[in-house]
């Protein structure tokens, strides 16, 4: 019998304004990040990402006969929109979390390339996926794991 879990979606601050900027529900599935506006970034983003954790949901408790599972929602609210950045995970050994497929990054970031033009899903993924790798998210995810089994 699966177990689920939502885990909070804390607002995060805007520094430059000091207003709470939250545009979720504790609720939030990670998916509904296609129906935020869209945000074009110049492809490398360059300077710091402050991307934060909006929440993880697990889907699946492992068990013997299948692993943990669930995912996880990051955005970041620098300019006029959020940024958001969604994924599968799961648990390949305690402790050890991976993303199901590096390939399937869900964002309503449409990262541009050098001419300006919108980056095609593969041209995106390894800027999507060195974004997803600059992010403490195993840690969020083990955490949320931890809140379930103990």
Do not use: C
């Not at 074009?40 to 710091?48: D, H, I, N, S, Y």
């Not at 899903?121 to 790798?133: F, G, I």
Request: aromatic share 6%; proline share 9%.
């Amino acid at each position: 019998m699966a177990s689920h879990a939502i885990l909070p979606i804390l607002p995060r601050m805007n520094t430059q304004s000091n207003s709470a900027v939250s545009r979720h529900s504790p609720a939030t599935p990670a998916w509904a990040v296609f129906a935020w506006p869209t945000v074009l970034w110049q492809a490398p983003r360059p300077g710091r990402l402050h991307f934060q954790h909006l929440g993880t949901h697990v889907t699946t408790v492992g068990n013997p006969v299948a692993p943990s599972s669930g995912q996880t929602l990051w955005g970041d609210a620098e300019g006029d929109a959020t940024a958001g950045l969604a994924w599968d995970w799961v648990e390949l050994a305690q402790g050890i979390v991976a993303m199901a497929d590096p390939m399937a990054v869900i964002t309503n970031v449409r990262l541009l390339g050098p001419g300006g033009e919108v980056l095609t899903s593969v041209e995106a993924a390894p800027h999507l996926n060195e974004m997803v790798h600059a992010l403490p998210w195993q840690d969020e995810v083990n955490r949320a794991l931890q809140r379930l089994k103990h």
